[in-house]
């Protein structure tokens, strides 16, 4: 017998990404906090973002300068933004993406695959050139994932959310047990985006 033993299963199950339509890409505290350089070195050319409580807080309605700073840096590193919402109140969200200086898709339909890969073509980017960020796994992670996008889910930015997203928040903590996200308290460093 070899004295260069596989590890055991459970280590290798341990150290193995997650995957399946739930699992995001990345696990990042919220937007901000995302790192630019990173998404452009990993090829990323279009970052389709979500509206309602990833870059507007549901509470508010107004983006926080955090915000506007983010969406600032990934245009000035050459990355183009479309915010991709299932709000279906147009206006809202027209103004918002007036506001951001960002593209925009309404009535998403997320986890529909469809008005991401709508957005992908108006912006000439392919599904490997393309992450979806947002912060509900049912929605903008599975969308992503639908449309070949890599993902990165961000917590919500404010506990003010739908009826029917308060019930799949509690599907969301079940999927997110053993979850680390980046730039919370204990979470270990990630790199890549692969
Ligand atoms: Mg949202």
């Known amino acids: 017998m070899s004295s260069t033993s596989k590890p055991s299963t459970t280590a290798r199950s341990r150290r193995a990404p997650r995957r399946g339509p739930f699992a995001a890409t990345r696990y990042v505290a919220s937007l901000p906090l995302v790192d630019v ?7 990323v050319r279009l970052v389709l973002v979500d509206r309602d409580n990833t870059c507007v807080p549901r509470d ?16 000035a590193a050459g990355l183009s933004v479309c915010l991709v919402s299932n709000n279906f109140h147009t206006a809202e969200v027209a103004a ?35 992450v979806m960020i947002g912060d509900q796994v049912f929605t903008d992670v599975l969308a992503g994932n639908l449309a070949g996008a890599r993902t990165i889910l961000v917590r919500p930015q404010s506990p003010s959310d739908l009826w029917y997203t308060h019930l799949l928040r509690a599907l969301e903590r079940l999927v997110l047990r053993d979850v680390e996200f980046l730039g919370e308290e204990g979470a270990k460093t990630g790199t890549g985006l692969t």
């Open 96 to 130: 918002s993406a007036a506001d951001l200086g960002c593209a925009v898709v309404d009535h998403a339909m997320k986890p529909s695959p469809f008005a991401l890969r709508r957005a992908m073509r108006a912006a000439g980017a392919r599904a490997d050139e393309t």
């Open 60 to 75: 508010t309605g107004h983006a926080p300068a955090e915000v506007r700073a983010w969406l600032d840096a990934a245009r």
């Open 37 to 43: 350089s990173e998404l452009a070195r990993a090829g």
